[in-house]
């Protein structure tokens, strides 16, 4: 599969690209049935807290499924796809390594994940990470989509703060200046977000009554890459076979905002005391 200069264009410039029907809508409902069934079945390896199916927290019954790929055939050829491939190809350059897979189940009612950066997580060095997010359900504002900020690919690593608890199942989030555009992705079934590492995003809560907001994600590192954070090996060729990638660090200089001459800008002043285990 190849693509226009205008996608690779956007990419370059945005940080981001969605690929509309990249999966076909029958792959996207086979892929909502077994993941839906693999949840009914209970706990399974990376759940960190476990499933509650008698919770009234919506996220306790449909808790997010982590690097499935490492049991679940299934999920390896997904994360593998060779449309995924070819275009992670062509949009970075070189063929990258395969790292990470995870199911967002977001029922209605579910919180979303603040705004963050995935890099933060996966610490790839040289290069960063990429991330493949595919929509298994049409995704809007009400049900939680996805949101970006166009352009911040081109940003440093962020410092962290709290985050809203109320809004997101993860605790940290990184501040951006009052009016940045962050955009909402508003995605069909099958549908294919690539963005890349450096990406400020997150999404809200889903608000509908009765719409899932389920999405397949993909985390890849660049093809230079020759580290990654520990919970991220093994780490795989698009081929399936092994590579060795040395060990990132955590930690380390981030980005504070501050204004000169009346705009924002950022300040690499601060230090990365933390590094979160899991994207
Ligand atoms: O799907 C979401 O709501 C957030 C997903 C995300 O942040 C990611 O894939 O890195």
Not at 43 to 50: A, N, R, T, V
Not at 72 to 78: G, Y
Not at 186 to 211: E, Y
Not at 216 to 235: C, M
Request: hydrophobic share 35%; net charge negative.
């Amino acid at each position: 599969m190849s693509l226009t200069s205008q996608q690779k264009q956007h990419f370059d410039e945005q940080g981001y690209l969605i690929l509309h029907g990249l999966f076909s809508a029958q792959e996207a409902q086979y892929y909502r049935e077994h993941y839906m069934a693999l949840r009914q079945q209970g706990s399974k390896p990376g759940d960190f807290s476990g499933v509650d199916l008698s919770s009234q927290d919506p996220l306790k019954k449909y808790p997010r499924m982590i690097h499935m790929h490492r049991w679940d055939k299934i999920s390896l050829d997904w994360l593998l796809d060779r449309r995924i491939a070819a275009a992670l190809t062509s949009l970075t350059g070189a063929e990258p390594y395969a790292t990470q897979t995870m199911i967002y189940y977001k029922p209605p009612g579910g919180r979303g994940q603040a705004l963050h950066q995935d890099q933060f997580y996966l610490r790839v060095q040289p290069g960063t990470c990429v991330a493949a997010w595919m929509a298994l359900d049409a995704c809007d504002e009400e049900n939680g989509c996805l949101r970006v900020v166009p352009g911040s690919h081109n940003w440093p690593l962020l410092c962290t703060v709290k985050a809203d608890t109320t809004q997101s199942f993860t605790d940290v989030t990184v501040p951006i200046p009052e009016g940045t555009p962050v955009t909402p992705v508003l995605m069909q079934a099958g549908d294919v977000l690539f963005f890349s590492g450096q990406v400020v995003h997150g999404s809200g809560p889903n608000h509908s009554t009765d719409r899932f907001r389920r999405s397949l994600i993909g985390h890849y590192a660049t093809g230079d890459a020759q580290q990654i954070a520990r919970y991220y090996h093994p780490v795989l060729r698009m081929d399936g076979s092994a590579v060795e990638l040395d060990t990132s660090q955590g930690g380390g200089a981030c980005g504070i905002w501050v204004e000169h001459d009346g705009a924002p800008v950022i300040e690499i002043t601060g230090v990365e005391g933390i590094t979160g285990r899991t994207e």
